[in-house]
């Protein structure tokens, strides 16, 4: 057995003992609903490592690792963490007494801390520990199901045809179908495809033809700022399906297997990341026939986008009602045109930055941040900083002084193969420098703006984000921003995030985030208004 070295038991003897009792156990953490993984995001079960103060109802550590990591050496890491970097309002401290559940542990904790004057006892129940266990558990439980559990193999073997048939080789986003059902409160679902692009992928079933004319009416009328383009998205009243590929899946997209979100829509009710019963033989059926219609008229799509209509009858499963329908789909060649000039609009929004800003000696480049990507400034929970540290992924650790209400970050959500491109692309740069807001100015409109800007190791400078200068949002946002980061000693971080096109756009949850980077927050001395020059 390792003991503990002589420096650090001389370390560990330094810290002040308390009369107090600690306890300490593992407890393997279950995975998520279909299989995911929970937020130790490894293809192994995670384990959670704990010791807590029994007298100050305290958590002093928590550690969570694979299970091929866990092990007696894993509790003692986490108990030297306890004594001198414990978590929360609590000072480093030796405990005068540990408790554990397990045989084996107890003999080798009292064989590693026998010079450290703790004693190690055995307990057949420790019920603070397992209180905070079943919290853990019980938060993990809690959340709902994506779909009705009969319909989940349905819905996914028939997404995975669309997957396989990749329409959207064939069809652009304003090339839209009706499929008209006249079942389950829906007379017609209006069917328009993500993916030409070769960005996101999916399909937006929209309920009314309205709703799916005033996107695109509402999103290429705007400044293309973030909080007009959010606006429009939320306004959006429909399900939909998006298939995003797993990091380790880049370069052959017509061969891996997608992860399936599906969720739906509302203007009132917001975004929503699962199905309810009859949204989801809704969208089986929709998704069905779209499947059967593009296999037929295929050929004909690729090379032009017709007036075509095919009725079909699709047999639903024994617990649905109906067993069977027919429904009818059919291109919309004249609404085509109609979204035409706005989704050429959409698509060049993205390119109104598209020269360098700088001068003589500076250029700014705009390589950095991926196509599609939604972006943003704002504050990260304390704890869920924590968590990602305990977790692994905060890649560039920074001497963060943790005040203030939130940690300041930006926020750059895409899909998870351009996350992990993007993260690539810091690492290659040595990683980065300092992240800070200038001055930009567009000469030939007039226009100032607020440039975000990551500087990397490298000595790149990359705009992460052009902010209207008198937007009051950002005013607000940016204000908030700087307030935080002086708090944090001129610190900030860079996340990095998965799931820009489904529930999680703008608000990702702890499971959706790749990496955090932590860096100063300060500009580089000299470099006055960056001007809009003009491409070679």
């Not at 192994?44 to 109802?57: H, K, P, S």
């Not at 450290?116 to 853990?136: D, G």
């Not at 199905?275 to 089986?284: D, G, K, T």
Request: proline share 6%; charged share 20%; glycine share 8%.
């Amino acid at each position: 057995m390792q003991g503990l070295n002589q420096a650090t038991r001389r370390r560990l003897l330094a810290l002040p003992q308390l009369p107090h009792i600690w306890e300490g156990d593992s407890q393997v953490l279950p995975l998520g609903d279909e299989g995911e993984a929970t937020e130790l995001d490894t293809e192994e079960q995670g384990v959670c490592i704990l010791w807590v103060d029994g007298v100050e109802g305290m958590v002093r550590s928590m550690d969570l690792v694979s299970t091929a990591q866990a092990g007696p050496e894993a509790m003692v890491r986490a108990l030297i963490e306890a004594m001198e970097r414990p978590k929360g309002p609590v000072s480093p401290a030796r405990p005068q007494k540990i408790l554990v559940r397990d045989r084996q542990l107890q003999l080798f904790l009292r064989g590693v801390l026998q010079d450290l004057n703790i004693k190690v006892e055995h307990a057949a129940e420790l019920p603070l520990i397992q209180e905070v266990f079943e919290s853990l558990l019980a938060a993990v439980g809690n959340q709902p199901p994506s779909l009705p559990p009969q319909y989940v193999d349905l819905l996914e073997t028939a997404a995975l045809q669309i997957w396989q048939d990749a329409p959207w080789e064939a069809l652009t986003d304003n090339q839209v179908l009706a499929i008209t059902l006249n079942q389950w409160d829906i007379d017609t679902l209006y069917v328009s495809l993500m993916g030409n692009l070769g960005m996101e992928f999916g399909a937006l079933l929209y309920r009314s033809l309205e709703s799916l004319q005033q996107f695109y009416q509402q999103a290429s009328s705007s400044g293309h700022s973030q909080s007009e383009m959010e606006a429009a998205f939320l306004q959006q009243d429909c399900l939909f399906v998006n298939f995003d590929l797993d990091p380790d899946d880049l370069g052959v997209v017509e061969n891996d297997d997608p992860e399936i979100q599906f969720g739906s829509l509302h203007p009132l009710e917001g975004m929503r990341p699962e199905l309810y019963e009859e949204e989801a033989i809704a969208v089986y059926v929709a998704l069905e026939a779209l499947h059967r219609f593009y296999k037929q008229h295929r050929t004909r799509l690729r090379r032009e986008f017709p007036a075509l209509s095919t009725r079909l009858k699709i047999d639903l499963p024994a617990f649905a009602e109906p067993q069977q329908i027919t429904v009818t789909v059919a291109t919309q060649p004249e609404i085509a045109d109609a979204l035409l000039p706005e989704m050429s609009e959409l698509t060049s929004a993205g390119l109104e930055a598209a020269g360098s800003f700088g001068e003589s000696t500076i250029a700014l480049q705009d390589t950095l941040v991926p196509e599609g990507a939604f972006f943003s400034i704002g504050g990260l929970p304390w704890e869920m900083v924590q968590t990602l540290h305990e977790i692994g992924k905060v890649r560039q650790p920074g001497k963060v002084k943790r005040e203030g209400d939130l940690f300041p970050i930006i926020l750059i959500q895409t899909s998870q193969p351009k996350a992990k491109r993007l993260i690539e692309q810091i690492e290659a740069s040595g990683g980065i420098q300092a992240a800070f807001f200038q001055t930009g100015l567009n000469p030939f409109s007039g226009d100032r703006f607020d440039l975000g800007i990551l500087s990397t190791q490298a000595g790149q400078m990359e705009l992460f984000g052009e902010f209207e200068a008198d937007d009051p949002v950002h005013i607000k946002a940016r204000k908030k921003w700087d307030q935080r980061c002086k708090k944090t000693g001129g610190w900030c971080g860079l996340v990095i995030a998965k799931g820009v096109t489904g529930v999680a756009r703008g608000n990702p949850s702890l499971r959706d985030l790749i990496a955090l980077y932590e860096m100063p927050c300060t500009a580089p001395t000299g470099l006055g208004t960056l001007t809009l020059m003009p491409m070679d």
